[in-house]
């Protein structure tokens, strides 16, 4: 199965959403990442449910939604009702993280679960059968922008190969500096979902940038 490019809404032009929107909804991308942020776990503050729910309006690919907030648990439903297809929790903010696993997948979206850079992925072992997704932070959350991590790609060879001794077919997506420089390597490492944001948005052909993104080899699902 090809690999999924998901541009970040947070690094687009909120002056002009729709022509954004119409740009990406036009091009190879698969998901609009959104990412949600409380200025509580981290230190900035995004969008909430209704401008999602604007989002949806004009998306026509998956809303892959981030919520980088604490006690995510008590949102759940109305993310879920504002549009979003995916919907991803930070291990970090949720000291139930199996019962609020099963309330997303009980509104019928897909569950995500996401690691901050100095989170070790073994940490992961006892959820790992239920998410449809393991997004691993490749910067420090809260702003675009931010250099990669490279201690990222050993991360994600250690999650892929848990998943692959363990028969498990989640995605793993990589979210923070990703770019045509690193996405060669993550692709390699067992990542099949690349988030770009600051790579797309402020490219000159953003299109075009897309393309390229999603022509980096030919990524074979691991089984």
Not at 12 to 28: C, H, K, P
Not at 150 to 155: L, M, N, S
Not at 178 to 190: F, H, P, T
Request: charged residues 25%; contains cysteine.
């Amino acid at each position: 199965m090809k690999h999924l490019i998901a541009p970040s809404v947070l690094a687009a032009d909120f002056s002009n959403l729709q022509r954004d929107f119409d740009m990406v909804n036009g091009s190879e991308a698969d998901w609009f990442h959104v990412d949600v942020m409380d200025g509580r776990f981290v230190p900035n503050i995004s969008f909430g449910q209704f401008i999602i729910k604007f989002m949806k309006q004009m998306a026509e690919k998956p809303l892959d939604v981030h919520l980088m907030i604490l006690e995510p648990e008590n949102y759940i439903e109305e993310f879920r009702e504002a549009g979003a297809d995916v919907i991803t929790v930070h291990y970090e903010a949720c000291p139930h993280l199996h019962r609020t696993i099963q309330q997303i997948k009980a509104t019928g979206a897909k569950a995500g679960v996401a690691l901050n850079p100095h989170t070790p992925v073994g940490l992961l072992e006892d959820i790992l059968e239920d998410v449809d997704l393991v997004l691993l932070m490749s910067v420090n959350p809260g702003f675009g922008g931010q250099k990669f991590i490279y201690q990222t790609i050993p991360r994600v060879q250690k999650l892929r190969q848990m998943m692959i001794e363990r028969n498990i077919h989640a995605h793993i997506e990589i979210d923070g500096g990703v770019g045509l420089q690193n996405a060669e390597k993550l692709l390699q490492a067992g990542a099949d979902v690349l988030v770009a944001g600051s790579s797309v948005f402020r490219a000159d052909e953003p299109v075009d940038m897309i393309s390229k993104l999603k022509a980096i080899g030919d990524l074979e699902r691991f089984v």
